[in-house]
C-alpha cells in the first residue's frame, strides 16, 4: 500500500513538475515573438505555439492566439522586403489558428488580430472574399472602439486600413496614437508583438 501511494505521489509531482515546466516554456516562447526579428525567429516561434495548443493545460486559447501572431508576423516580414509577394498561404494559416482561439476566447485582443490578418489577406493580388473580409474588420473595430478604445492594436488596425485607402496622413497620426499606447501598455505580452508594426520600428 505504502508502495502505491509512494509511486502515486512521485507521477503526480512529474506531472505537476512537466506542467509547470511547460507553462515556463510557454512564457519563455511569447518573449521570443515580442522580440522576434527574422523569419526564422516567427518560424521557430510558431512550432513551439502550434504544439502548446495540444499540450497546454489551460487557457489554450492563448497558445493559439501567438501561434496566429508568428505566422502573421512572419508574413508581414515577408511584405515589408516584397510587397508583392503572395503570402496568402501564410496568411490562411494565421486564421485557421486565430479562429481556433476564437472559439474559446472573444476578446479584443484575439477580434483585432483576426481584423489585421483579413486585411493582410485583402492585400494578395485577386483577393477574394472582399466585402466579408472588410465586414469581419469593421466588427472588431467597432468593439474595440466600444470596449477598449486605447488598444494600441486598434490604432493599429486603423492605420493600416487608411494605408489601404491611401490616407497617409491619418496613416500617420494613427501609427503615432499606437505607439503611445504601446508605451502605456508596457508590460502587456498580448499587445507588445505589436509594437513592430509601426513604421521605423524593428
Same mark, same amino acid.
Given at each position: 500500500?505504502?508502495?502505491?501511494?509512494?509511486?502515486?505521489?512521485?507521477?503526480?509531482?512529474?506531472?505537476?513538475?512537466? %506542467?509547470?515546466?511547460?507553462? /515556463?516554456?510557454? *512564457?519563455?516562447?511569447?518573449?521570443?515573438?515580442?522580440?522576434? *526579428?527574422?523569419?526564422? !525567429?516567427?518560424?521557430?516561434?510558431?512550432?513551439?505555439?502550434?504544439k502548446?495548443?495540444s499540450? /497546454?493545460?489551460?487557457?489554450?486559447?492563448?497558445?493559439?492566439?501567438?501561434?496566429?501572431?508568428?505566422?502573421?508576423?512572419?508574413?508581414?516580414?515577408?511584405?515589408?522586403?516584397?510587397?508583392?509577394? =503572395?503570402?496568402?498561404?501564410?496568411?490562411?494559416?494565421? #486564421?485557421?489558428?486565430?479562429?481556433?482561439?476564437?472559439t %474559446?476566447?472573444d476578446?479584443?485582443?484575439v477580434?483585432?488580430?483576426?481584423?489585421?490578418?483579413?486585411?493582410? /489577406?485583402?492585400?494578395?493580388?485577386?483577393?477574394?472574399?472582399?466585402? *466579408?473580409?472588410? =465586414?469581419?474588420?469593421?466588427?472588431?473595430?467597432? #468593439?474595440? !472602439?466600444?470596449?477598449?478604445?486605447?488598444?494600441?492594436?486598434?490604432?493599429?488596425? *486603423?492605420?493600416?486600413?487608411?494605408?489601404?485607402?491611401?490616407?497617409?496622413?491619418?496613416?500617420?497620426?494613427?501609427?503615432?496614437?499606437?505607439s503611445?499606447?504601446?508605451?502605456?501598455?508596457? +508590460?502587456?505580452?498580448?499587445?507588445?508583438? +505589436?509594437?513592430?508594426?509601426?513604421?521605423?520600428?524593428?
Amino acid at each position: 500500500m505504502k508502495k502505491t501511494l509512494l509511486i502515486c505521489f512521485c507521477v503526480v509531482g512529474f506531472c505537476l513538475q512537466a %506542467q509547470t515546466f511547460s507553462e /515556463k516554456d510557454f *512564457k519563455q516562447t511569447v518573449s521570443q515573438v515580442n522580440s522576434a *526579428k527574422t523569419e526564422s !525567429d516567427y518560424e521557430n516561434a510558431f512550432q513551439k505555439f502550434s504544439k502548446f495548443t495540444s499540450t /497546454k493545460p489551460t487557457e489554450k486559447w492563448e497558445a493559439y492566439y501567438y501561434a496566429a501572431v508568428a505566422v502573421y508576423m512572419k508574413a508581414e516580414l515577408q511584405l515589408k522586403k516584397n510587397p508583392s509577394l =503572395d503570402v496568402s498561404g501564410l496568411s490562411s494559416l494565421a #486564421k485557421k489558428y486565430v479562429d481556433g482561439g476564437h472559439t %474559446q476566447q472573444d476578446s479584443n485582443e484575439v477580434n483585432l488580430l483576426t481584423g489585421l490578418i483579413c486585411l493582410q /489577406k485583402l492585400q494578395m493580388k485577386g483577393a477574394m472574399d472582399e466585402k *466579408k473580409y472588410l =465586414d469581419i474588420i469593421h466588427q472588431a473595430i467597432a #468593439k474595440a !472602439d466600444a470596449t477598449a478604445p486605447d488598444n494600441p492594436l486598434l490604432a493599429i488596425l *486603423k492605420a493600416k486600413l487608411a494605408e489601404r485607402s491611401n490616407d497617409q496622413a491619418n496613416a500617420k497620426v494613427l501609427y503615432e496614437k499606437a505607439s503611445n499606447e504601446f508605451q502605456k501598455s508596457k +508590460g502587456n505580452a498580448l499587445l507588445s508583438w +505589436g509594437s513592430s508594426l509601426i513604421p521605423g520600428s524593428k
